[in-house]
């Protein structure tokens, strides 16, 4: 007898067809049979050893984060219940360009501390790995060999691969090292990766040529991979930006996932519209391009990301050398607030946007929830002072939110038909973006049943079938039979992100079931102890 039975559903399958009411019986960690209206068909009903009475609630695939950063979480959190209980079954790490493998003794310290604000500094982590694959491994274990909370992929970030190849300098690689960098790629993405990742307004990644990246992509392309691109600004440029990367990815014949596809600061209120439009002129001439956002208009990062390029070159000890000196912390400060760094998109900052959201030394928790500018007036003195106090005190750990975003913005790209949702969610910090614990019901409670920007078949299509097949997953994404049985049930009436920016940690509401390989993680609500996530590795 097969091992559950979710009795009458209305299942949204994630084909972006209409619902339908039906049993859908799970055996062995895979939807085993789907027997639609079954009640009124008066047919021999499925058995199994579990019923689960579904009445009233929605049946969908498990959601797919785009863009996550628990590299580190999984591994330190079994309960990741930031995740599990918003219906994420599966999240794509190694963002932005930055993360733990391929690496070295040398960069698997200097990535560590260069990211202290995205994933903590990794003290209580045993790094026992070093190349992709042993990280992959690493996750299937998880915790004492059971495994992690939800299913996790990986893209090789380009970064990195440069640190181990090149260093923190700001300079064009020598042909040796782009060799080394193809070598590198080509192992990340033969030991499972899914494609690759840069951050091109963080450093080393962003001093990459456009060659240099159109040759790693033209690596990733020759393993069914992606490029997944935060690319080299969202604001001043944004547009000029876009065009560079589908232009470079159309010469590479890369297929081409644009990470948190946002158009912010004042400088693109209302340009959505432009945005798209050269995306469907790209897809009309046969790109292979899909997006995703969060639904949410303030950003987050680190603040040390907004710092001039030149001024972070050579890693995490140099730039606290440079902000040390007096009048090299000046000219940081002029390009910042006059010329418009090109870690803060080309546009000069505005501290009254610039919220701290995470601190890593306890000893500056009150600036945490405040602007910058807010805490200068409180010391009655410049935000700059601020600014550079708290990167010298916190040795660049200070995690932001960015309130530069635009609601119409954020609607008109949702829309858009390849179109999939993100988190970005970092889950560090005294008060992190509530989209790192909120991003998927907001969607369905907000933008579908609030404000219909969406219907509930579309919604669900752009969190699950869409993303599994940017991801290349034939066994995802959708409810069908010999589908793995990573699913969620919620209440369309009531699913809501429970999460603010007053209080970001707070769990969401209506998702009362939760199974990652037909196991529950989340039952009546609540966190079971099951670690069923494993790593997904890329298809061949």
């Given at each position: 007898m097969e091992e559950l039975v979710?009795?009458?559903?209305?299942?949204?399958?994630?084909?972006?067809?209409p619902s339908y009411r039906a049993d859908v019986v799970v055996d062995g960690g895979r939807i085993v049979g789907i027997v639609q209206e079954a009640a009124a068909a008066g047919c021999q009903?499925?058995?199994?050893?579990?019923?689960?009475?579904?009445?009233?609630?929605?049946?969908?695939?498990g959601f797919i984060d785009m863009h996550a950063h628990s590299d580190l979480a999984l591994l330190r959190d079994p309960d990741h219940s930031a995740k599990a209980a918003q219906g994420v079954t599966l999240e794509v790490l190694g963002q932005d360009g930055l993360s733990y493998a391929p690496v070295d003794d040398r960069t698997r310290d200097e990535v560590r501390r260069a990211i202290t604000g995205w994933n903590g500094d990794g003290d209580d982590i045993d790094f026992d790995w070093r190349s992709v694959g042993e990280y992959l491994d690493r996750l299937d274990s998880g915790f004492d060999g059971r495994g992690i909370a939800v299913n996790a992929a990986y893209l090789v970030p380009q970064g990195t691969v440069r640190a181990l190849a090149v260093g923190w300098e700001d300079r064009e690689a020598t042909p040796q090292e782009l060799d080394r960098m193809r070598q590198l790629v080509a192992q990340g993405m033969e030991q499972g990766a899914v494609g690759m990742s840069s951050g091109l307004t963080y450093t080393p990644g962003m001093y990459a040529k456009d060659a240099e990246l159109t040759e790693l992509c033209r690596v990733v392309a020759e393993y069914g991979g992606y490029y997944c691109p935060h690319h080299r600004s969202y604001g001043a440029g944004a547009l000029q930006a876009y065009e560079e990367m589908v232009a470079l990815t159309r010469e590479a014949g890369c297929p081409l996932h644009l990470a948190h596809a946002t158009m912010n600061f004042g400088v693109n209120k209302g340009r959505a519209p432009e945005l798209l439009s050269l995306l469907d002129d790209a897809l009309a001439a046969g790109a292979d391009i899909s997006l995703d956002t969060y639904p949410y208009t303030p950003g987050s990062t680190t603040l040390v990301a907004l710092l001039p390029s030149w001024a972070s070159e050579g890693g995490p000890e140099s730039i606290l050398r440079r902000l040390a000196d007096d009048a090299t912390a000046g000219r940081i400060r002029h390009h910042l607030e006059v010329v418009g760094a090109d870690g803060c998109h080309g546009v000069p900052v505005e501290w009254d946007t610039i919220e701290i959201s995470g601190v890593t030394d306890p000893g500056l928790a009150d600036f945490v929830g405040r602007t910058v500018r807010e805490s200068a007036d409180l010391r009655g003195e410049a935000p700059w002072v601020t600014a550079r106090r708290l990167l010298l005190d916190d040795r660049l750990g200070t995690t932001i939110l960015q309130h530069v975003g635009?609601?119409?913005?954020?609607?008109?790209?949702?829309?858009?038909?390849?179109?999939?949702?993100?988190?970005?969610?970092?889950?560090?910090?005294?008060?992190?973006?509530?989209?790192?614990?909120g991003t998927f019901p907001r969607y369905l409670g907000r933008y579908v049943r609030e404000l219909g920007v969406l219907s509930l078949e579309e919604c669900v299509a752009h969190l699950t079938a869409r993303p599994a097949a940017r991801l290349r997953l034939p066994d995802r994404g959708l409810v069908r039979e010999g589908y793995r049985a990573d699913l969620v049930l919620f209440d369309p009436a009531t699913v809501a992100a429970g999460s603010s920016f007053e209080n970001p940690r707070v769990l969401p509401t209506g998702i009362?079931?939760?199974?990652?390989?037909?196991?529950?993680?989340?039952?009546?609500?609540?966190?079971?102890d099951v670690l069923a996530g494993r790593a997904v590795r890329r298809t061949p």
């Open positions: 979710i009795r009458d559903a209305d299942v949204v399958d994630g084909s972006g067809g009903r499925p058995k199994a050893r579990r019923e689960l009475d579904a009445e009233g609630l929605v049946l969908s695939p635009h609601e119409e913005n954020v609607r008109a790209i949702m829309r858009h038909r390849v179109h999939t949702g993100g988190s970005d969610g970092i889950l560090q910090g005294g008060k992190p973006h509530p989209r790192a614990y009362p079931y939760v199974l990652v390989d037909g196991r529950f993680v989340i039952e009546d609500g609540r966190r079971t």
